[in-house]
């Protein structure tokens, strides 16, 4: 069974430029949910996604963004990026049938100059 | 951001130590994960604890979920090199929703 998988891997944008990553979660489950690491705050939650609606939100300003495709495909967009927003961006999928774990992708590194 | 406070920050053992490592919070959680994360990749799921009190093993590895539901604990015996890795606790809210918090980390060096 694939795991989750995030494209791309690595990217570099420059300040003001917007950025979209994606996710593809693991077959067969409806939750996406998505962390910020960097090595000064850790992981912190950014948003989850159920069944195309987004059930919970962390405490990022307005320039983060998701959405879900009724496949369970995600993305998530930043827009207007800032130097801060260098980290590395992970998607964790998770099932009712999974229990409440979530598992995770290898992530985006995202590099803003 | 919010985070569990996670300790130790590090920690040096030499190789067939015992290593343990515990998280705490003000806040009361359904569930505790615990990952290990290498360089350059995403977190991996060693242990996924549901009730209070439980205690769970995966191999070497053994996890606890406090009674107060406000901490876990993990255990690794006798350690290996390839141990090495930042192990995170997370707390979850997960009644209509999966949100985790997680901690700030230990990072494991195996001396051989």
């Known amino acids: 069974k694939a795991g989750v998988t995030q494209t791309p891997r690595y990217l570099i944008k420059t300040r003001g430029q917007q950025v979209t990553l994606s996710c593809s979660p693991i077959?067969?489950?409806?939750?996406v949910s998505w962390y910020q690491q960097t090595p000064g705050q850790g992981l912190q939650f950014l948003f989850e996604y159920f069944s195309e609606t987004q059930r919970n939100k962390g405490n990022f300003p307005g320039r983060f963004s998701g959405r879900q495709f009724s496949n369970s495909r995600s993305e998530m967009n930043v827009s207007t990026l800032e130097l801060g927003d260098s980290a590395l961006y992970l998607c964790a999928s998770s099932s009712t049938t999974s229990g409440n774990t979530i598992y995770f992708g290898e992530g985006s590194w995202l590099t803003v100059v | 951001g919010q985070q569990l406070n996670q300790s130790p920050q590090s920690m040096f053992i030499q190789e067939g130590e015992d290593v343990s490592m515990n998280c705490t919070s003000s806040s009361i959680f359904n569930t505790w994960l615990w990952y290990k994360q290498e360089p350059g990749e995403g977190p991996v799921l060693l242990i996924a604890l549901y009730k209070a009190g439980e205690l769970t093993s995966n191999g070497r590895l053994t996890a606890q979920f406090g009674i107060t539901r406000k901490d876990s604990f993990l255990n690794i015996s006798a350690s290996i090199p390839s141990d090495v890795g930042i192990y995170f606790c997370?707390?979850?809210?997960?009644?209509?929703?999966?949100?985790?918090?997680f901690g700030t980390g230990t990072r494991l060096k195996v001396l051989a």
């Open positions: 997370a707390g979850g809210f997960t009644s209509g929703t999966y949100k985790y918090i």
């Open positions: 077959s067969g489950h409806r939750s």
